[in-house]
């Protein structure tokens, strides 16, 4: 966020290695070979973890996470490191250095957090073998897992923001804060709205989180569609907790400044959790295309391997655009106008402020990031047509039944998110209220319908909830009527 007149480089120069005069070609030849075996060998090691059965255990799920992020550190720097020694060109764009920062950052920490995470299970499997199975339950592992992806995420982030902002000359004129001018609420009726927002807020943090409790201590929802559901969970959780707080923070303390920092992790953690949204509704329609139109080879396609490289890929995907769009945006600079016309820091809002010529952000947009949101739209779109098609080959009622109770769930939320969001980018070329509007039905209302569209439609669901709260109800009569024996027990302590 600079002024245009400022000096700043364009692209820097790496000097690479000290390799002496004569010996590129050698070297090449040396890095080439590590560089591919690096590649190769983790790739065997994760295939074949997939393909043997003995290999499911926590170990090995830890060490193929290991073995993705190795090829990908490597991946980072190789490369370009090669590019470099066979063309002997040695500069990078700017965007292109903080990218690499970036990942490098994100996989050089994960790979400490899973190091840390593989101690800890060594450590449960020689000193507790006894309970390494009742410890080192699979929840816990793809949480531990999902956590170390997660922190790597912001702590890169956090450093490549930061390394953006040392970037920029210290007199420039810049705006250090934004103003957010929130929901147009009517004078008098902020308590209403804060009570409305906040009940509607909690309601979507407990509702997803119910429906992740409910597939991870219900064995039967341990399929690949409630595994998909239970990320959408937390990534609707997520996205909430982006928005809302800071929101209800504003309306009771009728502050509306949020920081620069603040403005570009926000901007940032809300691309990025839309965008996962995206790809696992994406996800989620595939799954239920072979569901319905393969259901003989269901099992063999959505094996586990396929439905954790889908989801990682989802969330690789969505840092990636998400981070690209960030980086571009810390290039613009701004005028004294600093007022958002929103309630959060939106990618539109912002680039409407700048003062910069934003052509190359818009072209990222609605290349980059509209050719995203079209393929994940034309997957679900594709899917449901192929399921239609299947559906009236032969009409039954029983068939029509079953496929609306397989997908009806998830065509609701698809209709949902993807109706309001198109409302928001493509109704109108400035903000107003029915723009905000439909901004807060796909931030706070859709990720609160959603617990509720797949517990009242879904049967599995259901019988989950009924089996958890007789549970409760049974442990809760155990614990103020205990069994004979124990009451007698008491009785003779006593």
Known sequence: MRPENQSSVSQFLLLGLPIPPGQQGVFFT???????????????IILLIRLDSRLHTPMYFF??????????????????????????????????????????M????????????????????????????????????????????????????????????????????????????????????QGVFFTLFLGMYLTTVLGNLLIILLIRLDSRLHTPMYFFLSHL????????????????????????????????SQLYFFILFAGLDNFLLAVMAYDRYVAICHPLHYTTIMREGLC?????????????????????????????????????????????????????????????????????FGIILGSYIRIGTIMLRVPSTKRLFKAFSTCGSHLSVVSLYYGTSAGVYFSSSSWGSKDIIASVMYTVVTPMLNPFIYSLRNRDIKQALEMCVNRVKFFKQQSLNPPVAVRSTVRYIS
Not at 30 to 44: K, S, W
Not at 237 to 251: D, E, G, H
């Open 233 to 264: 969970a937390f990534s609707d959780i997520s996205l909430s907790s982006v928005i809302v707080p800071k929101m209800l923070r504003n309306m009771q303390t009728q502050q509306q400044s949020i920081s620069y920092m603040g403005c570009i």
């Open 63 to 104: 060490l193929s996470h290991l073995a993705f992020s190795d090829i990908s550190l490597s991946s980072v720097i190789v490369p370009k490191m090669l590019r470099n020694m066979q063309t002997q060109q040695q500069s990078i764009s700017y965007v292109g250095c903080i990218s690499q920062l970036y990942f490098f």
């Open 308 to 376: 954790m490289l889908l989801v990682m890929g989802s969330w690789i995907t969505a840092c990636g655009n998400s981070m690209l769009n960030t980086l571009l945006l810390g290039r613009l600079s701004f005028s004294a106008n600093n007022t958002i016309p929103h309630f959060y820091c939106d990618l539109a809002a912002l680039l409407k402020l700048s003062c910069s010529n934003v052509s190359l952000n818009k072209l990222m947009i609605f290349t980059e990031a509209g050719m995203l949101f079209f393929l994940c």
């Open 106 to 189: 994100l996989f050089g920490t994960l790979d400490n957090f899973l190091l840390a995470v593989m101690a800890y299970d060594r450590y449960i499997a020689i000193c507790h073998p006894l309970h390494y199975t009742t410890v080192m339950k699979e929840g816990l592992c793809l949480l531990l897992v999902a956590g170390s992806w997660i922190l790597s995420c912001v702590i890169a982030l956090l450093h490549t923001l930061l390394l953006v902002r040392l970037m920029r000359p210290e007199n420039q004129s810049s705006v250090s804060h934004f103003l957010l001018l929130g929901l147009p609420i009517p004078p008098g009726q």
């Open 30 to 44: 040396l890095f080439l070979g590590m560089y591919l075996t690096t590649v190769l060998g983790n790739l065997l």
